[in-house]
């Protein structure tokens, strides 16, 4: 019975009692009338009380909150050696103790059998930092360092079902797409994300499809999982309605495809994951949170070019006065195998080990027009001789660049492996702690897809080599602490756009991390 209808039966006692005192033979007085009015009103008060305090708890019965709070301190180094022929001095750069504070908080509601809601808000902020941030990346909100207002990083919808006895779930909404494995060893958490890091990590938005094969295969656990999402790259308010000459300025986006199958293995090798992964961009363009780190790029690309055509080690000042770029830049394709076991061979070792080939197709030239200058007292500076000649060098000049390329018109190969192991410390007096190592190195045409992932380096990422490592220290059933270091050796610079130029620089991390999770 709801809530609705209780009260309109209360209603209908109280005008059948209201109507039984009229009829009566022996009036009551008004004193005590009143008087029962008022019980009554009582009565019907404490009911709805009542009411609300059993639709309250039914409600909460279904839902789960949790929160996460966690400040870390980051030691960060970056060492670049001298190039004189490029002009290039030596750059050995420290930021120390930068310290930063994130906050999640998670929802989960059983709905029904067939229903589920996930749910995810989060704010992650540097200490102190009064920067007005204006702009941010979709596919990162609230992952990467802004201010202390909460995205949505998750929130989506389970819908279970079956169709010729096989069991199927069509998710929708926000997706779980972000803190792929093994980031769960890295966390000491469950697993967050249906897709392994090195497939990707962004948060997007779409649906999937989940079969479930286990009676089919007879096989633990195993699935295939069929994902769509689409990326709009046209960030302008309400693009559709925006006319221009040649009509509507409708925006433009890059669909995703991606398909996994899934399964654990039988017998000795219970606890292990195996996972196939596919995905396929058909349509990457020239995204418009990329343009001012593409702009950085060419203007250090021409400023180099610049130093390097004079002979010239003094500053040159480049400034990108136009960008023009077709719809389609190129497509990219990437297949992952990723395998991960938890208490292999019922020891205390936790590994994983998972490799990508990627193979992306530029069809298209970005043109970008600049112009450069040199002050006009770079030689006197140079030198450091007051009395040398004034000179300048200036003009205009037009650059293209295209999708892994410059030429706009070539298939590239890419790989990429990803390994590392977790010793569960026996130690009971200090809680089990955990001592982990991680290694990844990809080649000079990758592209990672790693838009959200957890570190702040973007580690898989990199086009080089990357060594990490952590210790987990448990400090109660709630509260543990991570120390870690992570150090890059970078070959190529990761920017997508543009043949890869070499960029030979090591990067490091050192950090605390104090986590709470309840």
Not at 394 to 416: H, I, P, Q, Y
């Amino acid at each position: 019975m709801t809530r609705y209808v209780v009260q309109r039966c209360l209603m209908c006692f109280v005008i059948v009692m209201g109507l039984s005192w009229a009829v009566l033979p022996v009036p009551a007085s008004a004193e005590d009338q009143a008087k029962g009015e008022s019980d009554m009103l009582r009565s019907l008060d404490d009911i709805n009380k009542r009411l609300d305090d059993v639709e309250t708890k039914t409600m909460m019965d279904k839902m789960n909150f949790g929160a996460e709070v966690r400040t870390r301190f980051d030691w960060y180094g970056y060492k670049k050696d001298a190039d004189e022929e490029a002009g290039i001095e030596e750059i050995d750069e420290h930021v120390n103790g930068l310290a930063s504070t994130q906050v999640r908080l998670n929802l989960r509601a059983d709905v029904s059998d067939q229903l589920r809601f996930n749910g995810r808000l989060a704010m992650y902020k540097l200490w102190g930092d009064k920067t007005l941030h204006t702009t941010y990346d979709d596919l990162s909100a609230g992952r990467e360092p802004s201010d202390t207002r909460l995205w949505v990083e998750r929130a989506y919808v389970d819908y279970f079902f079956n169709i010729w006895k096989i069991p199927m779930a069509l998710t929708f909404g926000r997706l779980p797409t972000t803190d792929g494995m093994p980031t769960d060893l890295r966390e000491d958490s469950p697993r967050k994300s249906t897709y392994p890091s090195l497939a990707w990590d962004a948060q997007v938005d779409g649906l999937s499809l989940s079969f479930g094969l286990e009676k089919l295969i007879r096989l633990p656990g195993s699935r295939l999982t069929l994902t769509y999402t689409d990326w709009v790259t046209d960030y302008e308010d309400m693009p559709y309605r925006e006319v221009t000459q040649y009509g509507y300025d409708f925006p433009t986006s890059t669909p995703v495809y991606a398909g996994q199958f899934e399964t654990g293995l039988p017998g000795f090798l219970d606890g292990t994951t195996f996972i196939a992964d596919f995905l396929y961009a058909p349509s990457v363009q020239l995204r418009d949170d990329a343009v001012e780190k593409f702009k950085a790029g060419i203007e250090d690309a021409v400023a180099a070019q610049i130093k390097a055509a004079h002979g010239m080690a003094y500053p040159v000042d480049v400034e990108i006065a136009n960008i023009t770029a077709p719809n389609k830049m190129g497509s990219i394709r990437k297949a992952a195998v990723f395998v991960q076991s938890k208490n292999f061979l019922n020891s205390w070792v936790d590994w994983f080990g998972g490799f990508c080939w990627e193979t992306s197709k530029s069809e298209g030239q970005a043109v970008i027009d600049y112009t450069y200058s040199v002050p006009s007292n770079a030689l006197q500076v140079f030198t450091g001789n007051p009395s040398a000649p004034l000179v300048y060098i200036g003009g205009t000049g037009t650059m293209a660049k295209a999708f892994m390329s410059d030429t706009g018109d070539e298939v590239l190969n890419a790989r990429a492996y990803h390994a590392g192991l977790r010793l569960n410390l026996p130690v009971r007096a200090l809680g089990y702690p955990k001592l982990g190592f991680e290694y990844n190195h990809a080649s000079e045409h990758w592209y990672g897809f790693t838009y959200a992932s957890e570190d702040p380096l973007h580690k898989l990422e990199e086009r080089g080599t990357v060594y990490d490592a952590y210790y987990i220290q448990p400090i109660s059933r709630y509260f543990k602490t991570r120390v870690g270091y992570t150090l890059i050796k970078r070959d190529y610079d990761p920017n997508p756009y543009g043949a890869p130029i070499e960029n030979e620089v090591t990067i490091s991390n050192m950090y605390i991390l104090l986590d709470v999770r309840f």
